[in-house]
């Protein structure tokens, strides 16, 4: 029987793809996800692609030169004592899986050093070593080049580096044996780069490792106490070797099996990441990090990410219930004791303490690690905004109004004793306040706050209470000893613009990160490092002066509609009236005036003042009458 050729090619077609359902399809490995780090698609510049670099064998080469290939590009250096054995054990671990894979003609794993000047070709080749062994490892490459060329290579990838001086007593090169001279800090990033040599994929941090062991022995014992701490809690936040062959796999198209004793590292995961990378502007890639135990966000800051990140700060938490509770049971007290106050210091009181709750469980909280600028909104609120609500509220006489009658006379003894107003002194405030603004933000305060829980715990409690003792004798109306005039407390207040008005205009003018802290933090979105500190001491001037500024008000405000003695006169003034008085009730045989009397309730003061204007209107009647007459 014959068939028709139509009949014979629409039996074929339909048999091959019969056959191809049938088949094992092969799978395109899925996208990384954000829980991992940041997707692009930016070409890379031609003039970074062909920047000569060396390789540790002393061979001239390029990114260029790997053109076609899956490039993982990491940043290290030989004589890092916290992060770069680490990054490198994975990086090194992720090239032997791809080799075991049979790609390596595929992809290609790059290590180029943050310090071409120890670096030489000779020290890469004895660090290589000591990773690869025996092992040609042909898929992976460590590179240097001059100081110029490496500069401009990462400061295009928003590598961050910085050469800083060695700690003392300074450690001992593991290769010479010769004490260090300097330091670099610097961030740590993976880029990823498909066959076109586009940036695609960006993980930053550092990476943990699964075992000790698997960092060579000779840098395990290089490693400084805080390398240790790495090597051995890298925790949640390190990216591991599953994601960097999962995103390997994602480029080149083919699945590739973690090793057996990695593969349950794969479901750790890093706080989710988005955003792009900006090249040629110096920005700075990163991401969070932890300190204390508190994880920093890397995710970038939105209204959303705004809204939706809080942190409960358990003791903060604790002390600001404990002082709501302190205030309401001092309220309640009073009213026993016949002394009742007002309404709107309760609510200036828990208005302060429901702001400081905001600013140490939310996202000003979590992301003043992470952004300068955010540090000093934070800052304003300590240190300005929260007092000055507290100080409203007269706490201290509330204290004195809470107090039994018997045990009044004691508290404002307290109150108005030398050691109180030694502390309460305005002029001791001022200089508390600018020691304050000027020490934590032009000193190595920052960083060490940065780096240490107990300073930053140490720094709120600072700006709380420096804040408070500052403005006590200025926007308050307490039982101390310090009752200033209106005019000296708006002068006082001018004076403090100073600290602030400087220190934000040194932060608006440097040209460098002040704070390698944050730079380790990793952060891949927001501005440069550079722009953020100046971003945060213009807040610092415009803000805190216009605080300032809002306090000069409430104060001219006070002046224009208090009626005690301080709104029209101070004490020098007062003091003339009451001896201009004094002398009148002499002269007319009155009842003398007591010291502590208040002349405007005082009957015998306001008759002997009504007297007194009699007597001198007569005398201006006598006067006139006598001028008509001449």
């Known amino acids: 029987m014959t068939r028709s050729p139509a009949r014979l090619l629409l039996a074929l077609v339909a048999g091959t793809l019969l056959l191809a359902g049938c088949a094992p399809a092969q799978q395109q490995p899925p996208a990384p996800g954000n829980d991992i780090g940041t997707q692009l698609d930016a070409p890379v510049s031609p003039s970074i692609t062909h920047l000569q670099l060396t390789d540790s064998a002393g061979h001239r080469t390029s990114l260029a030169r790997y053109a076609g290939k899956v490039l993982v590009v990491s940043d290290s250096m030989t004589l890092c004592q916290e992060t770069c054995p680490l990054d490198t054990t994975n990086i090194v671990s992720a090239a032997r899986a791809v080799e075991r894979a049979g790609l390596s003609d595929k992809v290609q794993f790059l290590t180029i050093t943050v310090d071409p000047q120890r670096d030489t070709p000779h020290r890469l080749a004895v660090y290589r070593s000591l990773y690869a062994g025996p092992q040609q490892l042909h898929d992976w490459d460590l590179l240097t080049g001059d100081q110029a060329t490496v500069s401009r290579l990462w400061k295009y990838f928003g590598v961050y580096s910085r050469k800083v001086p060695q700690s003392q007593p300074p450690p001992k090169d593991w290769l010479t044996g010769r004490p260090l001279t300097y330091d670099v800090q610097h961030s740590d990033e993976v880029f990823f780069l498909d066959g076109s040599q586009h940036e695609r994929f960006l993980i930053s941090g550092m990476g943990h490792v699964e075992a000790a062991a698997m960092v060579p022995q000779r840098l395990r014992g290089f490693l400084n106490t805080r390398g240790h701490h790495n090597l051995t809690h890298g925790g949640r936040m390190a990216w591991t070797v599953p994601q960097v062959l999962q995103t390997v796999g994602w480029l080149a198209g083919h699945r590739i099996n973690p090793p057996a004793e990695m593969a349950a590292g794969g479901s750790g995961s890093m706080v989710g990441m988005s955003g792009s990378t900006h090249h040629g502007s110096g920005s700075q890639q990163s ?65 302060g303490l429901a702001v400081l709750a905001v600013t140490l469980n939310s996202c000003i909280e979590a992301y003043g690690h992470v952004l300068f600028w955010m540090h000093m909104v934070q800052h304003l609120l300590l240190i300005m905004v929260i007092p000055a609500l507290i100080v409203l509220a007269s706490p201290l006489s509330l204290l004195v109004a809470a107090t039994p009658d018997h045990s009044v006379g004691k508290v404002r003894s307290v109150l108005t ?82 600290p602030d008005t400087v220190v934000g205009i040194v932060l608006m003018q440097t040209h460098d990160e002040p704070f390698p802290a944050y730079a380790d933090m990793h952060r891949t979105w927001g501005p440069s490092l550079v722009h953020d500190i100046q971003s945060g001491g213009g807040i610092m001037w415009v803000f805190g002066d216009g605080l300032m500024m809002l306090f000069i008000v409430c104060v001219v405000w006070a002046y224009l509609t208090h009626r005690e003695r301080n709104a029209t006169a101070g004490r020098w003034l007062e003091g003339v009236r009451r001896a201009t008085l004094a002398d009148e009730l002499d002269h007319t045989g009155g009842r003398p005036i007591e010291q502590t009397a208040d002349l405007d309730d005082d009957e015998a003061a306001l008759a002997s003042y009504n007297a007194m204007l009699a007597r001198l209107s007569d005398r201006s009647a006598q006067s006139t009458g006598q001028s008509r007459r001449d």
């Open 287 to 351: 991401s969070g990090t932890s300190m204390g135990g508190m994880s920093m966000p890397p995710a970038p800051l939105t209204a959303h990410t705004a809204l939706t990140t809080w942190y409960l700060n358990l003791w903060w938490d604790l002390v600001i219930v404990l002082l709501g509770a302190a205030y309401l049971w001092g309220m309640a007290m009073a009213r026993r004791h016949g002394r009742p106050q007002p309404w709107y210091r309760a609510l200036s009181f828990y208005l």
């Open 417 to 498: 004793g030398r050691a109180v107003s030694v502390l309460t002194h305005p002029i001791a405030g001022l200089a508390l306040y600018t020691a304050i603004i000027v020490g934590t933000h032009l000193t190595s305060f920052m960083q060490a706050m940065l780096t240490h829980m107990w300073v930053h715990e140490a720094e709120h409690v600072l700006y709380l209470v420096g804040g408070f003792i500052f403005l006590l004798p200025l926007l308050g109306d307490e039982p101390i000893r310090w009752r200033l005039p209106y005019l000296a407390r708006i002068a006082l207040l001018f004076l403090a613009m100073a």
